[in-house]
């Protein structure tokens, strides 16, 4: 059973003004205290961008720029400091024609080899599946990685990053087919690690399958800590959103299990939070807190985190921005934001280090 670890203590406190509490269960064991990092100034963040609808993915370019991708629209744009956002291209998609429409341009992610093989990576929605495609910024002609991943109106999943190992890491929904998570011959409902061309790395934990983890709903945080271990936010059904750490080849226990379980073949998480409270999205880990995007929660969550442990996590940004998608570290050392409220209001906001 994983450990848990006391609160982010004195980095967060003397931002108390702009932080709620949880009422968020974690795993209980011994307590393990982290080591401190600097935090984030998030009483005044500076604005990159706005007037966007739904921007899912955020990544940045080796000059320190960002790109988003437009849920709704397929368009891709250049954000920075200083400068109105930019259409670079677009990529035909599926979706948004609902509130309850979930498909479309979701995550992006910038090749590690970009500055010679110039590809971006992202993950949306077409008439007959989820896929990952690969183009260049200057042609915008986008050559397919993997395809037939399942799609439905909502649970696609949807975040793509490359690890610390160099490999892609895409994260799928069940697509409203809760059996998809539990079938190892679906790539629906998990974690799905692959060679940067979509094939499958000769060590996988599943033998001659992209499946890393499984038995997962609707999977659309993924981040990494310093040491390589991976976590992972969970979208829950009607009860427990999910804070995991990501074992290869577990199962997570979707649809068995919502929650904690207990069950022994099944992966528990290390916190669990209401669905009101999270209805978690983006995630990114820095130092030792992790930073967890809340849509439906309206905040974003801060927990302390250490070799697949966590403590008590802090909310910040309560209700002051709306729905929260996703969360970067950007290349400037400051924390990268995007909102998620539709009808041209949102935005992209940077929150500066303290002491940066």
């Given at each position: 059973?994983?450990?848990?670890?006391?609160?982010?203590?004195?980095?967060?406190?003397?931002?108390?003004?702009?932080?709620?509490?949880?009422?968020?269960?974690?795993?209980?064991?011994?307590?393990?205290?982290?080591?401190?990092?600097?935090?984030?100034?998030?009483?005044?963040?500076?604005?990159?961008?706005?007037?966007?609808?739904?921007?899912?993915?955020?990544?940045?370019?080796?000059?320190?720029?960002?790109?988003?991708?437009?849920?709704?629209?397929?368009?891709?744009?250049?954000?920075?400091?200083?400068?109105?956002?930019?259409?670079?291209?677009?990529?035909?998609?599926?979706?948004?024609?609902?509130?309850?429409?979930?498909?479309?341009?979701?995550?992006?992610?910038?090749?590690?080899?970009?500055?010679?093989?110039?590809?971006?990576?992202?993950?949306?929605?077409?008439?007959?599946?989820?896929?990952?495609?690969?183009?260049?910024?200057?042609?915008?002609?986008?050559?397919?990685?993997?395809?037939?991943?399942?799609?439905?109106?909502?649970?696609?999943?949807?975040?793509?990053?490359?690890?610390?190992?160099?490999?892609?890491?895409?994260?799928?929904?069940?697509?409203?087919?809760?059996?998809?998570?539990?079938?190892?011959?679906?790539?629906?409902?998990?974690?799905?690690?692959?060679?940067?061309?979509?094939?499958?790395?000769?060590?996988?934990?599943?033998?001659?399958?992209?499946?890393?983890?499984?038995?997962?709903?609707?999977?659309?945080?993924?981040?990494?800590?310093?040491?390589?271990?991976?976590?992972?936010?969970?979208?829950?059904?009607?009860?427990?959103?999910?804070?995991?750490?990501?074992?290869?080849?577990?199962?997570?226990?979707?649809?068995?299990?919502?929650?904690?379980?207990?069950?022994?073949?099944?992966?528990?998480?290390?916190l669990t939070w209401s669905t009101a409270e999270a209805s978690p999205s983006g995630a990114e880990v820095v130092g030792d807190t992790m930073y967890i995007a809340a849509l439906r929660g309206q905040?974003?969550?801060?927990?302390?985190?250490?070799?697949?442990?966590?403590?008590?996590?802090?909310?910040?940004?309560?209700?002051?921005?709306?729905?929260?998608?996703?969360?970067?570290?950007?290349?400037?050392?400051?924390?990268?934001?995007?909102?998620?409220?539709?009808?041209?209001?949102?935005?992209v906001i940077r929150y500066r280090p303290i002491g940066g």
């Amino acid at each position: 059973m994983r450990r848990r670890l006391p609160a982010i203590g004195a980095a967060l406190a003397g931002l108390a003004l702009a932080m709620g509490t949880a009422t968020a269960a974690a795993q209980e064991g011994p307590e393990v205290e982290p080591a401190q990092e600097p935090a984030f100034d998030f009483r005044t963040g500076d604005t990159v961008a706005e007037g966007l609808t739904i921007p899912w993915g955020l990544a940045f370019l080796p000059d320190g720029s960002g790109i988003v991708a437009e849920r709704n629209s397929g368009d891709v744009l250049r954000v920075g400091v200083g400068a109105d956002p930019v259409v670079l291209g677009n990529l035909e998609v599926v979706g948004g024609t609902s509130q309850i429409d979930e498909r479309g341009l979701l995550g992006l992610a910038v090749s590690p080899e970009f500055a010679t093989d110039g590809w971006v990576y992202a993950y949306l929605s077409t008439a007959e599946d989820n896929r990952v495609v690969r183009f260049h910024l200057d042609t915008f002609d986008p050559e397919p990685v993997l395809t037939g991943i399942p799609s439905a109106l909502n649970h696609n999943g949807g975040r793509l990053s490359f690890g610390p190992d160099g490999k892609l890491y895409i994260t799928t929904g069940d697509a409203n087919d809760t059996a998809n998570a539990q079938d190892l011959d679906s790539l629906g409902g998990k974690i799905l690690r692959a060679d940067a061309d979509g094939s499958v790395p000769e060590d996988n934990p599943i033998e001659g399958s992209l499946v890393y983890t499984w038995g997962n709903r609707n999977v659309q945080g993924l981040t990494w800590d310093a040491n390589g271990g991976m976590y992972f936010s969970e979208l829950g059904q009607n009860t427990w959103d999910e804070l995991n750490y990501a074992e290869p080849g577990a199962n997570y226990g979707w649809p068995e299990v919502e929650g904690t379980g207990g069950a022994p073949e099944f992966v528990d998480p290390l916190l669990t939070w209401s669905t009101a409270e999270a209805s978690p999205s983006g995630a990114e880990v820095v130092g030792d807190t992790m930073y967890i995007a809340a849509l439906r929660g309206q905040r974003l969550w801060t927990v302390p985190v250490d070799g697949g442990e966590a403590g008590a996590p802090v909310a910040v940004l309560d209700g002051e921005l709306g729905r929260i998608r996703t969360v970067e570290l950007g290349p400037d050392g400051w924390l990268w934001v995007t909102t998620s409220n539709g009808g041209g209001q949102d935005e992209v906001i940077r929150y500066r280090p303290i002491g940066g």
